[in-house]
């Protein structure tokens, strides 16, 4: 599961992931507490306190409804 801690320490200079993704790709997993932000500039945003994980609209998420 992605937590907001594991996007938190991936960078020192930025608390937001982003996926690219193609048609097919899928990205699976999060742990509590995302809320859906929409989607803007081509990409479904979450977040999580700090925390932004931005997926590519061309894969599909499983956990849209995942949040809270």
Do not use: P, Y
């Not at 996007?7 to 996926?19: A, E, F, H, I």
């Not at 690219?20 to 859906?36: A, Q």
């Not at 925390?51 to 599909?60: E, F, I, K, P």
Request: proline letters at 0%; glycine letters at 14%; hydrophobic letters at 40%.
């Amino acid at each position: 599961m992605l937590t907001a801690a594991d996007v938190l320490n991936l960078s020192d200079t930025t608390n937001t992931l982003k996926v690219n993704g193609n048609e097919g790709d899928r990205v699976v997993g999060l742990s509590h507490g995302w809320e859906d932000g929409g989607i803007q500039d081509g990409f479904h945003t979450f977040f999580n306190d700090a925390a932004v994980l931005l997926v590519g609209v061309n894969g599909t998420t499983d956990f849209a409804s995942f949040s809270g």
